[in-house]
């Protein structure tokens, strides 16, 4: 069918959060009062609509962003549920380059957790709108004040409560709406999901109330500077314009408005819906895309049905049914099944077969799809994550997405060489659906390896590789991604002089490397003057160096990174100079700087917070200084213990498990990847001795354990 929808009465919205705070239940709520669901699905007995593959359900978690469609009050909000787990982070990045606004669902127990941090600094990184949801309020602990003063400090963000609750944990009952000056009960009666009952605030909770909405209009001063006057010369703000003005300052990322609710107890979902039509942006509401032109220039693309056609390829997924469906958003244009689109990243021409709409794993066939849409396209072959589809008449080359580097390595067997060529074919399809996965082959072993962002990562993926792919793997034990760099800045010459018969290759480079901050990645600039070395082979001295730095340092022969190349002199020779002689002293000056450079290992530090009963406080923190951890803080809430540290990640494997023996059972932990920092000179040592043990068990040549030295 057509799309008559008008655009602005569409929400892209996605739902983000820390593991465990309630996202895919909400999600679930929401599906059944917009009428999707005739019944509740339950994330904890695995029948949840939004957690469709069975390692979801069996493991209660969410692993794979799902898509799916439903309308509240004339609108169609198409919703992408993320997962809270950091090990799958890159779903929540993907998801959030191409949506409108957010609803960030936080628990009222453990407020702003670590994930939640960083799915709200991904959130400013695209300049998304949010809206607050703490959830959990039925829970004992439940402090919505204490959250609301953690979004604002920790999170940095201008809370804007909209809400009171009516009874407190497990005598939570309702809210008072604070700008209609209502108070509205929900059913305790799980077989009446949809009851809710108005009634005048009680009054106990009017001068609460009446503060708090007066504590709305001061916060919402900076968006309509007119509202406090009025406030102050006694003249009645009504809640249209208080909502008109609460949308404006979300729009404009001035302010989040947080509401209140149980999920899980059915309490507080059709007004969290009322706030998504209320104050969360239409596609037509969000500032047109810009782009570049790939001749050159920038572009930009509003949404407009009529428009040149633009879509951003934002996920792959491999469907048992439908097969290989590439997810796009359309950001203008409009497109049609049959119609020939444009690659204008790879610059190639591309059929759309099919176009579905998703919800979850179940698909939907339409025949076109408009500026704001969210849909899956079939039959688009050579497309990958961050591809820019287009019309060929009117290209753009839309921006990119954020990948995160991987931590963790794992190398994967097969038991039968029969299988070899069918596990290369699988893990080149889940590469291709996770950009934060990575293979490779060890040119020392010849095994596969595996990278990930955490065990849990390339737990998922092996069982994938098990079910879909009917392989029997198995995986090796887990190994840190360490990575070198220098300390100190120094110049190095690289020269390859070679004479042959016929021409011969010269090139000789003058570098000087020097550290950079942690996280600063590689960096190759040039200062030559006076024609030292042609321009023509400057970019070939770059290639050689950033190839040297990605085959691994001197130290132990991990990646080199945090390290800046300024190529500032060498010479030619008019015969017998060549880019590939230059790649080749580029390498030559980088291994030579690193050997003068005062090369130090590497290691990935994990920030890890853990909640525990007081009882078990002491032994916890002993622990994680016995794995070379810091406490970095510790906070009381209540009879709960959260304490937070930096652990090195090769120190952490396992730890759930041991966490659960001193604690029987109690305590549960949260961790994701922090920075690099140095690796203490005895364990690097230590490790560079493993690393030269193995190398001997494989027959490796001495000559590079020497160079390593």
């Excluded at 607050?132 to 409560?161: T, W, Y």
């Excluded at 009952?197 to 009680?202: A, K």
């Excluded at 709409?357 to 497309?383: F, P, Q, W, Y």
């Excluded at 070198?484 to 390859?496: D, F, L, S, W, Y």
Aim: hydrophobic share 40%; aromatic share 6%.
């Amino acid at each position: 069918m057509p799309k008559t929808d008008p655009i602005e009465s569409t929400r892209n919205i996605g739902i983000i959060a820390h593991i465990d705070a309630g996202k895919t239940t909400t999600t679930e709520r929401i599906l059944f009062y917009t009428g999707v669901s005739q019944r509740i699905g339950e994330v904890h007995d695995g029948k949840a609509v939004m957690d469709w593959m069975d390692q979801e359900q069996e493991r209660g978690i969410t692993i794979t962003s799902a898509a799916t469609t439903c309308f509240w009050r004339g609108c169609r909000v198409n919703i992408i549920d993320t997962p809270g787990h950091v090990d799958f982070t890159i779903e929540v990045e993907r998801s959030l380059r191409v949506l409108d606004g957010v609803v960030a669902v936080f628990c009222a127990v453990g407020g702003v957790q670590p994930q939640s941090e960083t799915v709200w600094r991904q959130s400013d990184r695209y300049g998304v709108p949010r809206l607050a949801f703490i959830n959990k309020m039925d829970r004992q602990g439940a402090d919505h004040l204490r959250c609301v003063s953690e979004i604002r400090e920790r999170l940095l963000a201008k809370p804007v409560l909209l809400q009171l609750p009516i009874g407190r944990e497990d005598k939570f009952e309702g809210v008072v709406d604070l700008l209609e000056m209502k108070a509205y009960y929900y059913s305790r009666d799980p077989r009446e999901p949809q009851s809710i009952r108005e009634e005048e605030v009680p009054p106990a909770m009017a001068e609460e109330a009446r503060a708090a909405r007066a504590n709305i209009v001061e916060l919402l001063a900076d968006v309509d500077e007119n509202l406090v006057e009025d406030f102050l010369e006694g003249r009645e703000v009504d809640a249209a314009r208080l909502r008109s003005i609460v949308r404006r300052g979300t729009l404009e990322l001035k302010c989040v408005p947080v509401l209140l609710g149980s999920a899980f107890k059915n309490k507080g979902v059709q007004p969290l819906l009322d706030a998504v039509v209320d104050y969360l942006p239409s596609p037509a509401d969000i500032r047109p895309v810009e782009g570049a032109n790939p001749k050159g220039g920038v572009e930009t693309r509003t949404a407009d049905p009529g428009a040149p056609f633009s879509a951003l390829a934002f996920k792959l997924w491999n469907d048992a049914y439908a097969g290989h469906l590439t997810f796009l958003r359309v950001y203008s244009g409009t497109v049609r099944t049959g119609d020939q689109v444009y690659n204008s990243v790879k610059g190639t021409r591309e059929r759309v077969g099919r176009l579905l709409k998703m919800h979850a794993n179940k698909r939907e066939e339409i025949k076109e799809a408009a500026a704001g849409d969210i849909v899956a396209a079939v039959g688009l072959k050579n497309s990958a994550t961050g591809d820019t589809l287009c019309s060929e008449s009117s290209p753009i080359v839309l921006g990119n997405m954020v990948i995160p580097e991987p931590v963790i390595h794992s190398a994967v067997n097969v038991k039968s060489k029969d299988d070899q060529d069918k596990l290369s074919a699988a893990l080149a399809k889940l590469a291709a659906e996770d950009p934060s996965f990575r293979v490779r082959t060890d040119p020392e072993t010849g095994e596969t390896v595996m990278s990930g962002m955490g065990e849990l990562h390339l737990e998922i993926l092996a069982e994938r590789l098990r079910r879909e792919f009917k392989l029997q793997v198995a995986l090796g034990a887990p190994q840190v991604a360490y990575r070198e760099t220098i300390t100190k800045a120094v110049e190095a010459e690289g020269r390859h002089v070679k004479q042959t018969g016929g021409h011969g290759q010269y090139a000789v480079v003058e570098l000087r490397l020097e550290p950079l901050p942690p996280g600063s990645g590689l960096v190759y600039e040039t200062e030559v003057v006076g024609g030292t070395v042609p321009k023509e082979y400057h970019n070939s001295v770059g290639e050689g160096v950033m190839d040297a730095c990605r085959r691994g340092g001197v130290r132990a022969g991990f990646p080199v990174t945090d390290l800046k190349a300024v190529l500032f002199d060498g010479s030619y020779h008019e015969v017998d100079s060549s880019e590939m002689a230059f790649a080749t002293a580029g390498s030559l000056g980088l291994r030579e700087g690193l050997k003068k450079g005062g090369s130090v290992i590497l290691e990935p530090v994990m920030d890890l917070e853990i909640v525990t009963p007081e009882d078990y406080t002491g032994d916890v923190i002993r622990d994680v200084s016995s794995r070379r951890g810091r406490i970095v803080s510790q906070e009381a809430r209540g009879r709960i213990q959260v304490i937070k540290g930096e652990v090195p990640l090769a120190n952490m494997f396992g730890y759930s498990t041991e966490l659960r023996g001193r604690t029987q059972g109690r305590a549960v932990f949260s961790m994701q990847f922090g920075k690099y920092q140095e690796l203490p000179e005895g364990a690097a040592q230590a490790l560079v001795l493993e690393r030269e043990r193995q190398r001997d068990a494989r027959g490796g040549p001495a000559a590079g354990r020497a160079a390593r030295r």
